[in-house]
Structure formats: C-alpha cells, structure tokens
C-alpha cells in the first residue's frame, strides 16, 4: 500500500505545485459563482505590461439575452491613474471591474491594457496582472497567513507581515490567541466585512500587480475601520493603474478622474473639483452624503 501511495503522492504534490494558481482560480469561480465561459484564443499570446493604460471604448454587454446592462461605455486610465466609479446601485459598476477581469466577454466594443485587446491575451497573463479586491470578500476556510500568502506561493512569513502591516490587518492579527495561524470563515474565526477586506487587501499587496481593482464593500463600516481601509488603498494604489468603485465619496476626492454611472452608461465625468463646479448628479451625490455625515455625528 505504501509502495503505491508514495508515488502517488509525490506526483501529487507536483501537480499541486504545477497547477497552485489554476486551482486556486477555479476555487475562486465556484466562491464567486461566476460561470467560467471564457476561453483564450488557440492563438493567445501574454499580456506585455508596460505601464499598465487602460481603454474601454463603446462596451456593450449583458448577463443576459434582452437585458443590456452596459450601453456604450468608453473611458481611459493611463498608466498610474486612478479612476474612481461611482453611482447608484445596479447602475454596472461592478460589471466594469468584471468584464476587465475577464470573467465575462463584451458584445459590442474593445477593452485594451496597453493597447492589446484582452480577448487577444492569455487569461493567465491578464489575471496575474490585476489584483481584485472584490465587493465582498471570500476568505478560504485556512489560516490568515494562508489566506494572505496564496496570491503568491512560497512567500515568507515577513513578506506576509510587511503586506499585512501595509494593509493595516497586522496588529489585529497579531492580538489574537494564535495570529496568522488562526483559521478563519465558516470553520474558524468570523471576521467582519472590513477585516476581510483587509486580508484581500495584504494579498494584493504580496500579489504586486501593476493594476488594482478595489470594489468597496456597500455595508457600513465605522470610522476606524474607514480610515484603516482608506490608509490600506492609498498604500497599494500608489504607483499603479487604480480602478476604485467607490460608494463613500470621500474615499476618492483625490481620484484623478471619477466616472458617474447610471444605467449602464457613464453620465458624468471629471475631477471632484470639476464636478462639483458642474452642480450635476455627482454634485448632489455629495451633497447627500455630507449630511448624511452630519447627522451621524
Ligand atoms: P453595481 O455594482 O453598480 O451595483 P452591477 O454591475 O453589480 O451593479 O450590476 C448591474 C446590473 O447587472 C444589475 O441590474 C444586476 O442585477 C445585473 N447583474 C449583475 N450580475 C448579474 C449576473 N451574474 N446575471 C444577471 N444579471 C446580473
Ligand atoms: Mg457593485
């Protein structure tokens, strides 16, 4: 019996080994339930990064046949930009961030990353490329140090402290009873939507893409929790091609460009100075929220 599992089992560990990033992303699609109907092109080539621009022109898509859910939508991001997207709910936001991950191909319109068609690319190299922190978060049922380090296997313990820090998750970690090797999700530890967040946050930062995503999480957070995160993002954002949908305005006052969605179709566009100045929808989106704030306090 030992004869025939020792074999097996080395070969094992080398397909594991082999195959790490394509399980992990298969893990991914069935957390995220997203439909993996992407494919590349016998003839796909990697992705070259060279600054990291970023182009939709015209986007049309829909999940579904008769529901159109982007309707035309053009923007650009050049290298080390970051553009924020905000807008009400169901407006496509997340969609954008989804169709530049691939996880869904466009019907009408080009999506390009330094000038190459994302159709046209491995999805391995367009991946590797982008980190996505996601709406809300999936954590695996595995230690914080697990959780942190997969985006990068063979990472060392202080590569995963140094992300974590950066992340401002390291000395939440490090209070607990058993720190990184603490298991978390279902099994483990509940964290909350920021504190999960956050660990998807260091990964990112371990990952080291030359573009980020980062899809706020929509339940409110409280203040310290807020300004962790927002300390976190201005860490990983800096020197990258940043897309931020954003649903506290105040999180992107310092975007170089914000995108304001509705419908599937981008309504407004510009500084906070610019459209503020502008007194449109982003204007009263503000206006909004600062009372909000005031109220709160
Ligand atoms: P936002 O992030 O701006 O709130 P989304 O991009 O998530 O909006 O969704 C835009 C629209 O697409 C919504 O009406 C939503 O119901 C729909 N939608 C999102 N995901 C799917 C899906 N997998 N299948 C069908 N419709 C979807
Ligand atoms: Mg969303």
Same mark, same amino acid.
């Given at each position: 019996m030992m004869q025939l599992y020792q074999p097996l089992n080395i070969l094992g560990f080398a397909y594991r080994e082999i195959k790490q990033s394509l399980i992990d992303m298969e893990k991914m699609f069935s957390l995220l339930n997203v439909k993996q109907e992407v494919e590349d092109r016998p003839d796909a080539r990697p992705l070259q990064v060279d600054g990291a621009a970023i182009a939709f022109d015209n986007v049309h898509f829909r999940y579904?046949?008769?529901?159109?859910? %982007?309707?035309?939508v053009s923007f650009t991001a050049r290298p080390g930009e970051k553009i924020a997207i905000v807008g009400?709910?169901?407006?496509?936001k997340s969609t954008i961030s989804r169709i530049l991950y691939r996880f869904y191909d466009i019907d009408e319109g080009s999506v390009t990353i330094d000038g190459q068609?994302?159709?046209?690319?491995?999805q391995d190299s367009l991946r590797a490329a982008i980190g996505m922190v996601p709406q809300d978060t999936v954590l695996f049922n595995e230690t914080i140090g697990y959780n942190i380090a997969y985006a990068k296997p063979g990472a060392t313990q202080d590569e995963i402290e140094q992300a974590a820090q950066m992340a401002q998750i390291h000395d939440f970690v490090t209070g %607990?009873?058993?720190?990184?090797d603490t298991v978390v999700g279902e099994r483990g530890l509940k964290l909350s939507g920021g504190e999960k967040q956050r660990v998807a946050i260091a990964r990112t930062i371990l990952k080291n893409p030359p573009i980020l995503i980062l899809d706020e999480a929509t339940s409110a957070l409280d203040s310290v929790t807020e300004q962790g995160i927002q300390t976190a993002l201005r860490n990983v954002a800096e020197s990258r091609t940043t897309l931020v949908i954003a649903h506290r305005l105040s999180t992107i006052i310092d975007a170089d460009r914000i995108l304001v969605m509705d419908d599937g179709q981008i309504i407004e566009q510009g500084t906070h100075a610019e459209l503020l100045a502008k007194g449109g929808d982003y204007a009263e989106l503000w206006q909004r929220q600062q009372e909000d704030r005031q109220a709160a306090e």
């Amino acid at each position: 019996m030992m004869q025939l599992y020792q074999p097996l089992n080395i070969l094992g560990f080398a397909y594991r080994e082999i195959k790490q990033s394509l399980i992990d992303m298969e893990k991914m699609f069935s957390l995220l339930n997203v439909k993996q109907e992407v494919e590349d092109r016998p003839d796909a080539r990697p992705l070259q990064v060279d600054g990291a621009a970023i182009a939709f022109d015209n986007v049309h898509f829909r999940y579904e046949e008769d529901r159109p859910i %982007l309707k035309g939508v053009s923007f650009t991001a050049r290298p080390g930009e970051k553009i924020a997207i905000v807008g009400h709910s169901g407006a496509g936001k997340s969609t954008i961030s989804r169709i530049l991950y691939r996880f869904y191909d466009i019907d009408e319109g080009s999506v390009t990353i330094d000038g190459q068609d994302i159709r046209d690319v491995t999805q391995d190299s367009l991946r590797a490329a982008i980190g996505m922190v996601p709406q809300d978060t999936v954590l695996f049922n595995e230690t914080i140090g697990y959780n942190i380090a997969y985006a990068k296997p063979g990472a060392t313990q202080d590569e995963i402290e140094q992300a974590a820090q950066m992340a401002q998750i390291h000395d939440f970690v490090t209070g %607990l009873p058993k720190g990184y090797d603490t298991v978390v999700g279902e099994r483990g530890l509940k964290l909350s939507g920021g504190e999960k967040q956050r660990v998807a946050i260091a990964r990112t930062i371990l990952k080291n893409p030359p573009i980020l995503i980062l899809d706020e999480a929509t339940s409110a957070l409280d203040s310290v929790t807020e300004q962790g995160i927002q300390t976190a993002l201005r860490n990983v954002a800096e020197s990258r091609t940043t897309l931020v949908i954003a649903h506290r305005l105040s999180t992107i006052i310092d975007a170089d460009r914000i995108l304001v969605m509705d419908d599937g179709q981008i309504i407004e566009q510009g500084t906070h100075a610019e459209l503020l100045a502008k007194g449109g929808d982003y204007a009263e989106l503000w206006q909004r929220q600062q009372e909000d704030r005031q109220a709160a306090e």
